[in-house]
């Protein structure tokens, strides 16, 4: 059985004891209204024996009963008003200890911190014996972190004037890779923390101060070569290797990728359910034809260029559920084509629009099948596109 957590079970301890106490509370001022009426019924029969008694101090029944109506009525009213009082100064504070609950994010805190042990020092070891523990640990190859390292290290962020000084960039960006190369309970702060040997703001503070260095450097990678460019005579040569020399100038690749979510979505949930049956984000990427495309998990619409997989354009923020067609209207490139050079053009699949800048395959008519042009047409255009789809499926 699931275990319901700590917070739930003191609240329903709280509710509980709120109920047992104010049936408490009812019972008593009930027994009190029940003894008052008794004793006003022997007051009743009192008056009435002694009636003689009466007529001797010259007072009337009626004068009699109304005298003692009031006595009893005033000692059964602040009796009742007594014990109500006292129950709802207890009723006042479990209401409050009911709200200091749900409000308090740390219920317990442990008087003794949670032990730390580093595990930074094995990723040295990784890296020159193990690569393959070191991609699982950071996600990428070592000398790829080299370079991200020596990209960053002179940001800005990562100087300050405090007497505090900061963790060499090497072990914030390790930090960095091994928070956002994880997902679910592994994580948090706390787990990154405990595997690197610092506090949660320490992780936090990392991640933050690496994002930016890493946004700053956003346009030397992610743009569209010049047509005299190294890159695009590389594109240009392999889209001809793959086809013939009339395509040779078709040198970028547009293809999508789903980014999966941890978790079903609290609002709008629907519109993030794939075709898949996974909740996801709808990426685009368009490439250039050779750079390995980092693994993602939304469902990007990127660009890229063929021979070396660089991404030149790309989407991101689409919900799952998105046709790949209007998700990659959020790319600069659909939105102005005039970014493309001059007699160049992109390579898609059938998803896509068919444009004069967006080269897509034939797709079956109602009527019929293809013809043997249509069919040679679009298997040579697999030959191209096929490497960029095969680069983005596992990362699905």
């Given at each position: 059985m699931p275990r319901v957590s700590i917070c739930k079970e003191i609240l329903q301890?709280?509710?509980?004891?709120?109920?047992?106490?104010?049936?408490?509370?009812?019972?008593?001022i009930s027994a009190s209204l029940d003894s008052s009426d008794l004793e006003l019924t022997d007051?009743?029969?009192d008056t009435s024996s002694n009636s003689s008694l009466s007529d001797s101090f010259s007072l009337s029944p009626m004068?009699?009963?109304s005298m003692s109506l009031d006595s009893?009525?005033?000692?059964?009213?602040?009796?009742?008003?007594?014990?109500?009082?006292?129950?709802?100064?207890?009723?006042?504070?479990?209401?409050?200890?009911?709200?200091?609950?749900?409000?308090?994010c740390v219920l317990e805190r442990p008087t003794k911190p949670m032990p730390k042990a580093s595990q930074l020092h094995i990723l040295e070891h990784c890296a020159e014996h193990r690569?393959?523990?070191?991609?699982?640990?950071?996600?990428?190859?070592?000398?790829?972190?080299?370079?991200?390292?020596?990209?960053?290290?002179d940001h800005p962020v990562f100087?300050?004037?405090?007497?505090?000084?900061?963790?060499?960039?090497?072990?914030?960006?390790?930090?960095?890779?091994?928070?956002a190369g994880h997902y679910g309970n592994a994580c948090t702060p706390e787990d990154v923390a405990q595997w690197a040997g610092v506090s949660a703001g320490t992780v936090i503070n990392c991640t933050h101060r690496v994002m930016a260095a890493v946004l700053d450097q956003h346009d030397q990678f992610i743009y569209i070569p010049d047509v005299q460019s190294e890159d695009?005579?590389?594109?240009?040569?392999?889209?001809e290797s793959r086809a013939c020399r009339a395509w040779r100038n078709g040198v970028f690749a547009a293809d999508g990728s789903a980014i999966n979510l941890y978790a079903r979505p609290g609002m709008f949930a629907d519109a993030f359910y794939?075709?898949?049956?996974?909740?996801?984000?709808?990426?685009?990427?368009?490439?250039d034809d050779l750079i390995s495309v980092s693994k993602l998990t939304l469902q990007p619409k990127t660009t890229i260029m063929p021979h070396n997989l660089m991404i030149v354009d790309y989407a991101l923020g689409q919900p799952g559920r998105m046709h790949d067609a209007y998700a990659f209207q959020g790319t600069q490139m659909s939105q102005d084509p005039t970014l493309i050079p001059p007699r160049h053009w992109i390579w898609a699949d059938s998803a896509y629009p068919s444009e004069t800048w967006c080269a897509v395959p034939f797709k079956k008519s109602r009527r019929g099948n293809l013809s043997r042009r249509q069919h040679l047409y679009n298997r040579y255009l697999s030959k191209v596109h096929t490497i960029f789809s095969t680069c983005t499926r596992p990362q699905q």
């Open positions: 301890v709280l509710d509980d004891t709120v109920i047992t106490v104010a049936r408490m509370r009812n019972e008593e007051c009743w029969t004068s009699l009963s009893e009525s005033t000692g059964t009213i602040s009796t009742t008003e007594m014990i109500d009082e006292q129950y709802n100064q207890l009723l006042s504070e479990l209401r409050a200890l009911h709200d200091e609950v749900v409000t308090t690569p393959d523990q070191f991609r699982q640990k950071l996600r990428v190859d070592p000398h790829i972190f080299d370079d991200i390292l020596d990209q960053i290290s100087q300050n004037q405090s007497n505090n000084r900061q963790l060499p960039v090497a072990i914030q960006l390790a930090v960095f890779l091994f928070h695009m005579r590389k594109a240009r040569m392999f889209a794939d075709r898949k049956s996974r909740f996801s984000l709808n990426c685009q990427v368009c490439v």
